[in-house]
């Protein structure tokens, strides 16, 4: 029997406030004040679900993904869900420029993404979509170390998994001109 596909949850803006809308759905599942609160809402659905959690910015592009799914490789690719500024599109003129928008913003995607994934008892690092391990290395913070430093020289994200394949952290080096505040530090 094949395995029903979970849909993912979105953290999108929605006018002033902040809605979860599930992958597909016309219609957000909750709306809230503040993007902490949809998070939190669109998280616990994620992981009752199973599937992954990605957050927007404010203009629509992808802030962060967190995965709650059993998966233990980093998906082949990630793709580039963006939603119109206005909550509904509807007429044919208005659809074209709604997908011309998705598709030259898809254009200007950052560096591939690297991935420090477990890999036969060491720690590998892998770029998005490939099989193959750029690097293996004794202990997962060497992996992330390295990692970091290809990152910042090529302008990418950093996605770090737990042995059981969920992602860890993420932290992004790309040259955005208005990046989110730092969580960590």
């Known amino acids: 029997m094949a395995k029903a596909k979970t849909k993912n949850q979105h953290v999108i803006p929605y006018g002033d406030k902040w809605a979860v809308r599930g992958e597909g759905n016309d219609r957000p599942t909750s709306i809230h004040n503040t993007q902490g609160k949809a998070i939190k809402a669109a998280r616990e659905i994620a992981t009752k679900l199973r599937s992954d959690l990605i957050i927007h910015r404010t203009d629509?592009?992808?802030r962060e993904r967190d995965s709650y799914s059993n998966d233990p490789l980093p998906p082949r690719s990630f793709r580039k869900v963006l939603f119109p500024a206005t909550r509904s599109v509807t007429g044919k003129s208005r659809i074209r420029k709604a997908v011309k928008e998705v598709i030259s913003?898809?254009?200007?995607?950052?560096?591939?993404a690297l991935h420090v994934v477990p890999h036969n008892g060491s720690w590998a690092i892998r770029g998005q979509g490939?099989?193959?391990a750029r690097s293996t290395h004794h202990t997962q913070s060497e992996a992330i170390q390295t990692a970091k430093e290809i990152?910042?020289?090529?302008?990418?994200d950093v996605f770090v998994y737990r042995p059981d394949g969920r992602i860890r952290d993420r932290d992004s080096f790309a040259r955005d001109p208005s990046p989110p505040g730092d969580?960590?530090?």
């Open 151 to 156: 990152a910042r020289k090529r302008g990418a």
């Open 105 to 112: 913003e898809s254009g200007r995607s950052s560096a591939e």
């Open 60 to 62: 629509g592009r992808i």
């Open 130 to 132: 490939n099989r193959r």
């Open 183 to 185: 969580r960590k530090h």
